[in-house]
């Protein structure tokens, strides 16, 4: 399984470091997910300030493929999200293993 957030070996005490760097990554990845798979199903889409004050925007944010569009891209940001959080914890066991 390839990481988007590679780990490499560094000193001793960066490792503490790097695990919590890529932890937060990994959870923003899944929460912006979260988000743009959610966002365009909600009245906040729908009453967006800037589609109010753009006319051509609301017709363009109205248009179901592109909240299907917005919703894809937070499928994939999800995904990757749960794939480096697999990926970090498979690794710190796999260095616990080898300890």
């Given at each position: 399984m390839i990481c988007l957030i590679p780990s490499q070996t560094d000193p001793q005490g960066a490792f503490p470091i790097r695990f919590f760097s890529r932890l937060l990554i990994a959870a923003y990845l899944l929460e912006a997910g979260l988000l743009?798979?959610?966002?365009?199903?909600?009245?906040?889409?729908e009453r967006n300030y800037f589609a109010q004050l753009w006319p051509?925007?609301?017709?363009?944010?109205?248009?179901l493929y592109?909240?299907?569009?917005?919703?894809?891209?937070?499928?994939?940001?999800?995904?990757?999200?749960?794939?480096?959080?697999?990926?970090?914890?498979?690794?710190?066991?796999?260095?616990?293993d080898e300890a």
């Amino acid at each position: 399984m390839i990481c988007l957030i590679p780990s490499q070996t560094d000193p001793q005490g960066a490792f503490p470091i790097r695990f919590f760097s890529r932890l937060l990554i990994a959870a923003y990845l899944l929460e912006a997910g979260l988000l743009l798979v959610m966002a365009p199903w909600t009245l906040l889409w729908e009453r967006n300030y800037f589609a109010q004050l753009w006319p051509w925007l609301d017709t363009v944010m109205d248009n179901l493929y592109v909240r299907g569009a917005v919703s894809g891209v937070g499928l994939v940001t999800g995904w990757t999200g749960v794939r480096d959080l697999v990926s970090l914890i498979m690794g710190r066991w796999n260095r616990n293993d080898e300890a």
